[in-house]
């Protein structure tokens, strides 16, 4: 049976290099064409990328993913922190409400795209009965750049958060109890506590969480398709949302293909960038721990020397 | 301080986490259940609200559920099943595929040319981090080009290969910490290789197989863009379903809603049991005196 170890790991190297591989390649090759469905193939060279850079709902589908990721990652981090620190907090049966704080990750994002869409609505939307109730006059969340932002920022944030605190209040589940016992009878405040003790141990729970929730963002899509259609004049679009109506619904393949790619470099570029960062800090880390524990070493011959 | 004011002071505390948990959960919750009395609407009772209970400020009516019940009875179920039968289907696949995958990641060398174990696993894991768009319009090609486009093996390909990483990536932790001498104690019994994966690591790797399987299930049945690119008739799931009722002027939300609330029960019921899986294995974690 020498042949089953390659048996074994054949299926997912095949899925690789049929569906991964094989589509990135057809793919790089199209958008270095003109190919639009219907038409003719025709090489362009590096035409589309020139054009992307002076497309001005390019660009600005660029820029807003890259600050739906940054604004969305850092919003949804500290939130979803402080609700796993809160719910640990409790004595028992925080079941239910767990339960109730995963829900919005549960469903499937294209309701969550209607469901707010209701929500958001100018006239029998209840956050706008909300508003009016506190005197504020009607407001058109979706049809003013920014608010329509902030509103996609909004669905995100209650839709993602709850992934977040999955991770973060199950790597708080496992974190010992001592040195928190101890600290308390040592008199150390919370606010202490939480900066010596809690938030560096769980600094791998955290990475884990920033890391998985910006790719993920990075594919930013069904919500912007429902809620605003990428709109008003852009303000909420993305990459993918605007490769999906250039590729598919124009049907512009090989434009459409470019824009992907720019897409693909950028979470390729920042994703090596973290594991590069990562390492280096793991290693600073590492290189204290050795320092501190020479430190302890002599300083314990020290004083057990006679 | 005295005893009095450190205690009030807790109870403030304690009090004020209270209200901050229940301030979430009403951000949480409500959408949900904002979709949940919208089921229930008369048209005229969601364009002439907000009303925000049923019985006390609108009379709920049925007539969203008689609707799926009776005309559109055929469309929904048929995006039901494919819906169920994709991520049902894929996600067996692809944990079954990954179970073996990850074994021989765990248990053998491999080197093809430069490309080892820790090679190997992150060139399958990194598919995930590849933006489905990038993947997807030459997929869309590709899939024409076979006649794969719109069909129900087209679309168990699809997702199997949308959850192959994850489930490679879940189970070789899990199968690495399978300890070996089961296996070498089954093949004293004579046990063939084979036969030793499969009557002894898997059994053993039910639990993660399980949560594996779990998860899968939740990505196929939540995707969106796949199915938009690439189905557009006989298989189309409940997502699309959905996006082709709402191809109106003004959408049906009661159909939507109650629609969105069918769709919503197989994933809770998939994430409870995941959550039973999370909280046994930490239970079963050394921790304190629980």
């Known amino acids: 049976m020498k ?276 390492k280096r800090l793991a290693g600073r880390r590492t290189r204290r721990m050795e320092r501190e524990l020479q430190a302890f070493s002599v300083e314990f011959r020290e004083r057990t020397a006679p | 301080m005295t005893a009095a004011t450190q205690e009030r002071g807790r109870t403030g505390s304690r009090l004020a986490r209270a209200a901050l948990l229940a301030l979430w959960g009403l951000f949480a919750g409500f959408p949900v259940y904002w979709m949940l009395v919208t089921a229930f609407k008369q048209p005229r009772d969601i364009y002439q609200g907000p009303f925000f209970v049923p019985f006390l400020d609108f009379t709920p009516t049925l007539r969203a559920w008689e609707y799926i019940a009776g005309p559109a009875r055929e469309t929904v179920v048929h995006g039901l099943l494919n819906s169920l039968l994709f991520a049902a289907g894929s996600a067996f696949i692809a944990v079954v595929l990954g179970a073996f995958a990850a074994y021989g990641l765990a248990r053998y060398p491999y080197k093809y040319g430069p490309y080892r174990n820790d090679d190997l696993s992150l060139l399958i894991v990194s598919q995930r981090i590849m933006p489905p768009i990038v993947a997807v319009i030459a997929l869309f090609a590709m899939f024409r080009a076979a006649q794969l486009l719109d069909t129900r093996v087209g679309m168990l390909i699809a997702y199997t290969w949308f959850n192959l990483p994850l489930t490679v990536f879940l189970l070789t932790d899990f199968m690495r910490r399978i300890p070996v001498e089961l296996e070498q104690a089954a093949a004293l019994d004579g046990y063939g290789k084979f036969a030793q994966i499969w009557k002894v690591v898997l059994p053993l790797a039910m639990p993660g197989l399980a949560a594996a399987y779990l998860l899968s299930f939740f990505f196929s049945w939540n995707d969106f863009i796949l199915a938009l690119m690439l189905t557009f008739r006989d298989a189309v799931t409940l997502p699309i379903v959905i996006t082709n009722l709402s191809a109106q002027m003004e959408p049906r939300w009661w159909l939507i809603s109650a629609i969105g609330l069918i769709a919503m029960v197989p994933p809770i019921v998939a994430v409870s049991l995941l959550d039973r899986f999370i909280e046994r294995r930490v239970l079963h974690a050394p921790r304190g005196e629980e």
């Not at chain 1, 049929?18 to 958008?31: D, G, H, K, R």
């Not at chain 1, 839709?159 to 101890?182: D, H, K, S, V």
């Open chain 1, 3 to 278: 042949g089953l170890k390659h048996l074994l790991i054949a299926p997912p190297l095949l899925f690789f290099f049929a569906i991964s591989l094989v589509p990135l390649i057809f793919t790089i090759v199209l958008s270095l064409s003109g190919y639009s469905i219907g038409g003719d193939f025709s090489w362009v060279g590096v035409d589309n990328y020139v054009r992307l850079a002076s497309d001005p709902m390019f660009t600005k589908s660029y820029w807003n993913t890259l600050l739906y990721v940054l604004l969305g990652v850092f919003v949804q981090y500290w939130l979803a922190l402080g609700v796993a620190l809160l719910v640990n907090q409790m004595a028992s049966g925080s079941r239910p409400l767990r339960l109730l704080f995963l829900l919005p990750f549960v469903m499937p994002p294209l309701i969550v795209g209607f469901v707010w869409q209701t929500m958001f609505d100018s006239r029998y939307g209840p956050l706008s009965a909300l508003l009016r109730g506190l005197g504020v006059g009607p407001v058109l969340w979706l049809n003013e750049a920014k608010l329509a932002f902030t509103s996609i920022l909004i669905v995100d944030t209650w839709q993602w958060t709850p992934f977040m605190f999955l991770i973060l209040f199950a790597g708080l589940r496992t974190l010992p109890r001592e040195p928190f016992e101890a600290a308390r009878v040592d008199g150390a405040s919370d606010w202490r506590i939480f900066w010596d003790h809690t938030f560096p141990m769980l600094l791998p729970a955290s990475i884990a969480a920033i890391l998985l929730r910006a790719i993920e963002a990075f594919k930013l899509f069904d919500v912007v398709f429902y809620v605003t259609g990428g709109g008003p004049g852009g303000a909420t679009s993305t990459v993918t949302l605007q490769g999906y109506f250039t590729a598919l619904r124009s049907g512009n393949l090989g434009y459409g293909a470019a824009m992907s790619i720019v897409l693909l470099v950028t979470v390729m570029a920042l994703a090596m960038a973290a594991l590069v960062w990562l």
